[in-house]
């Protein structure tokens, strides 16, 4: 998205969309193949908390899309109405094209749901339970059952842990079991709430694998993670979600820059005159939380590029010498602690 | 992996085929293992022998015949078999469907593509399914017993087969209390308080004119099957006295007790199916349908009425009929009239208990009105569907309301013109005011649950409820002198209207002298009240309905 535009990324994704949306025949082609997920303006209220607020959102087919934000960001909630297992005060929810509140029954053969903290029943060994979903899911024989349970567990590298209790696993196997359980029925788009958590690095690579596969044999994953590394390691494309919201959209990339740009931090080193420095920069419109510490001048900047050296022009030409003029742009992890932050003082 | 982009082809289940049913096969391989069952069938088994040992030896050390010395074991049998089902296997199933939704693993049960009510058949069938091995260990035991004491198959068949449209009835019991209550621990209470309340409390309602409540236990079959369990000579006896205690009832139709109480349990089972098919298909659904709920109600005063009104001529509706029965005092036995108004009461309070219970369930909440509304704002319709969750209740209130005061005027009416109370008439009058009463009760809880929700109607109900009737107990305790403003106490409550209305206006009343006064004064005067805070609630209700409209319309 170019600079200076408004904030707004879903609608970012819906211009992708219609552009696509050009000729009659594409339109016809659109119409045979609906996006993987389309969430309207969807809104989930319990009693007076707003836990999702008007979020719109388009993730096209065989994309690894992440959902990112603070714990009570709206992420959960979200995903429980996408898997039909809560209805949203408003809006619509379309999974390949079918409507999650009208059609439950389709939409719940599309989806494959690994919850946040997934359970597992303690009374079963691990192949009992994928044998119980297998045959829940109407995977025929039991010998078909059996090479399907024997190919997840080969999925997610527990082949060799069938014969134990669920109840005995650590938390990272039971997180891989519950994945296998999710892949068990094929299905056209995986929901994947936290996912990688309690996962040692080697089974966050595998998972990162094992997604990336999924995805290109075209299904689509929508996992969310409030570990944004965790997430951009992972994912072709992101959101970002906040207080219910969605903050930002697009690729990795896209996300980085829009949330960056908008929180520049500059610092300012002057040979002397500092007050007269100070002064001048509190006059600027775009300058912004300005605070000496010693001999640094510190003050966060809300305009782009060529205001920003418009600025430095500004300072030389008012006779102010200048030591050293830096930028710091946060991190992708720092916006988002910050973010997290904002979550806890609301 | 492999077509990694296709869903796999699905094989459904029929739904009457429980036994390929996953959910049931996934409890067969978690409670039918060795190491679990094998000491719960161990201990069954054991149980049962010894009872059947014990039975044949005690029979040949008392010189009985080998007939009369097996029967005993027989019914100590069904007391073991009863206790397994019933109670281990009622709460097996409401602590066991608690607990897959504590862990969280219900979810995964809510999104497999089976249908509704294949999952409920599953966890019905499944949860328990230890308890059934256990009772199918002592079949055996009691096939034997039955064989070697000579019981007739007219005899053990409907008993077992009650026996079995019972334990379906609890375990549907235990698991809507499961699927309802959040707590585990509460869930297990809840279940195991209501199968005790079922055998216990319930059915004594029964002495009290509401006979259709003892159906609800397997008593009346056990007792219609008990000679034929019992030593001959006992048996007889039995047999004897049995001949005084009516048969089961419907308007003019006869029938035996076993087919009656498969037909009321029937009625129930079906309703909870109905509950549990509804919190599957989606779990905010209500427990019932708005016309489901209106028809629930409706058919229960239909038993309650069709299996009293055929007991007033003989007298068997009668407590005190019962009573002299015990003490054998039946030749100048007649009812007293207070009996008869203290009756018209309770079937009045029972009625407006269960209109009470009904209007909670299908009154939608003020979440569930909102997103009715945005659904409707959504559809680009103008009103919610009449019969939807979301949909205001109080039309389907007032036609319980309207149902129930009907109900109750005919059982009072049938009471009071019986042959029992010559020259009495209940005049059509009576109608007006039962209807008065029940739908200013109905009308007044539900547009205040529907307006401001459960914790108001609690907190309403505990103050206005429930303390002034404990008030009013402890000033009529004091002396005689108070029992008139305590009369006026207990007359706040709702709960006293329906006991207040026949005591002031049928003629057959005969109040003690203290409240004589009292009571038809505080009837019309709560009633007056009753009528107009309901109306003004309902007004206020329909103002707050369409603000919200208003206000969901008005932004998205």
């Known amino acids: 998205m170019e600079e200076g535009e408004p904030n707004n990324f879903s609608s970012g994704f819906k211009i992708e969309l219609s552009h696509l949306r050009t000729t009659k025949y594409e339109e016809l082609l659109m119409n045979f193949h609906p996006p993987a997920i389309e969430i309207r303006s969807l809104r989930v209220d319990y009693g007076d908390f707003l836990a999702v607020d008007d979020l719109s959102l388009t993730v096209p087919r065989g994309e690894v899309f992440g959902l990112v934000g603070p714990n009570g960001a709206g992420k959960t909630s979200t995903f429980r109405v996408l898997t039909t297992l809560m209805e949203p005060t408003y809006g619509e929810v379309l999974l390949d094209g079918v409507d999650v509140l009208e059609d439950l029954e389709t939409a719940r053969r599309i989806i494959g749901y690994m919850p946040d903290l997934a359970p597992v029943p303690s009374d079963l060994k691990v192949w009992e339970f994928l044998d119980f979903h297998a045959a829940a899911y109407g995977i025929g024989s039991r010998a078909s059952r059996r090479e399907r349970v024997a190919e997840c567990l080969e999925e997610v590298a527990l082949t060799d842990q069938c014969e134990k209790w669920c ?70 494309s992101l959101c970002v979600m906040n207080r219910g919201r969605l903050l930002a959209a697009g690729t990795v990339d896209q996300v980085r820059h829009q949330l960056c740009d908008t929180r520049r931090l500059l610092t300012l080193t002057p040979l002397s005159h500092h007050s007269e420095a100070a002064a001048w920069l509190s006059s600027q419109a775009a300058v912004h939380e300005l605070r000496i510490e010693g001999q640094q001048i510190i003050f966060g900047f809300g305009a782009d590029d060529h205001a920003q050296a418009d600025l430095l022009e500004g300072l030389i030409r008012h006779g102010i010498r200048i030591r050293s003029f830096e930028e710091k742009r946060s991190s992708f992890e720092d916006i988002l602690v910050e973010v997290a932050q904002n979550n806890r003082t609301r | 992996m492999s077509n990694g982009n296709s869903s796999m082809p699905h094989v459904r289940h029929p739904v009457w085929k429980v036994w390929q049913n996953p959910i049931f096969r996934r409890y067969c391989r978690s409670r039918l293992r060795l190491r679990g069952a094998g000491v719960a069938l161990l201990i069954a088994v054991l149980i049962a022998g010894f009872i059947v040992a014990m039975a044949g030896s005690i029979g040949v050390g008392s010189g009985a015949n080998p007939q009369d010395s097996a029967r005993p074991a027989i019914i100590a049998l069904l007391v073991l078999q009863s206790l397994i089902l019933f109670i281990s296997g009622t709460a097996q199933v409401a602590g066991g469907m608690t607990a897959e939704r504590d862990e969280g693993v219900i979810d995964y049960q809510r999104l497999i593509p089976m249908s509704p009510l294949s999952k409920v058949l599953g ?41 079995f449209s019972s334990t379906l009835l609890y375990h549907f019991t235990g698991l809507v209390t499961g699927t309802v209550v959040r707590n585990r621990r509460w869930a297990f209470l809840i279940s195991i308080g209501l199968v005790f309340a079922l055998y216990t409390i319930i059915p004594q309602m029964a002495k009290f004119g509401l006979v259709f409540f003892k159906y609800l236990s397997i008593t009346p079959v056990f007792q219609e099957s008990l000679p034929g369990l019992l030593p001959k000579t006992a048996g007889e006896i039995v047999r004897a006295g049995q001949q005084l205690v009516p048969t089961a009832k419907f308007f003019n139709l006869d029938f035996s007790e076993a087919v009656f109480t498969a037909f009321s349990q029937g009625g129930l089972i079906l309703t909870f199916t109905v509950m549990l098919c509804r919190k599957w298909r989606r779990a905010e659904s209500h427990l019932l349908g708005k016309l489901w709920a209106v028809g629930f109600f409706v058919w229960i005063q239909f038993l309650l009425l069709g299996n009293a009104l055929p007991l007033i001529d003989p007298g068997n509706l009668f407590p005190s009929r019962g009573f002299s029965r015990m003490v054998r005092i ?101 109608l007006g005011y039962f209807i008065a009463v029940m739908t200013a009760c109905g009308l007044g809880f539900q547009a205040l649950l529907e307006t401001k929700g459960g914790r108001t109607v609690g907190l309403a109900t505990l103050l206005v409820g429930v303390v002034p009737v404990m008030a009013g107990a402890v000033l009529s305790a004091i002396s005689d002198r108070m029992i008139s403003f305590a009369v006026w106490l207990f007359g706040m409550s709702p709960a006293s209207l329906p006991f207040y209305a026949p005591g002031s206006l049928l003629s057959i009343s005969e109040l003690p002298a203290e409240a004589a006064r009292a009571v038809p004064r505080a009837f019309y005067f709560w009633l007056l009240v009753g009528v107009l805070l309901a109306g003004w609630l309902v007004v206020r209700l329909r103002q707050a309905r369409r603000a919200m409209a208003a206000s969901v319309a008005g932004k998205p």
Request: proline share 6%.
């Open chain 2, 123 to 163: 966890y019905l069938f499944g949860l328990p399914v230890r308890e059934y091995a256990m009772f199918l260990a002592t079949l055996p035991f009691t096939a034997w017993a039955l064989w070697r004491g000579g019981v007739s198959w007219h005899t053990w068949l409907p008993l077992y087969l009650i026996l």
């Open chain 2, 330 to 430: 039946m030749p100048d036995w007649s009812p007293q009239p207070g009996e008869a108004v203290l009756m018209s009461g309770i079937y009045g309070f029972v009625t407006m208990a269960l209109m009470f219970c009904l209007a909670a369930i299908i009154t939608p909440s003020i979440d569930h009105q909102r997103r009715g509304w945005r659904r409707v704002r959504k559809l680009g319709l103008s009103t919610l569907p009449r019969f939807s969750d979301e949909a205001t209740a109080s039309g389907f209130v007032l036609v319980m309301a309207l149902a129930g005061a009907f109900g109750w005027f005919v059982f009072t009416r049938a009471l009071v013109e019986s042959r029992w109370f010559p020259g009495q008439a209940v005049s059509l009058g009576t």
């Open chain 1, 167 to 236: 109840g005995e696993l650590s938390r990272g196997q039971t997180q891989r079991v519950v994945l296998a359980k999710t892949l068990l029925h094929r299905p056209r788009v995986l929901i994947l709430d936290e996912p990688a958590s309690g996962l040692d690095p080697l089974a966050r690579r595998d998972l990162r694998n094992a997604l990336r596969r999924l995805a290109d044999g075209g299904a689509t994953v929508f996992v969310s993670s409030h570990i944004l590394s965790e997430l951009a390691e992972m994912c072709s």
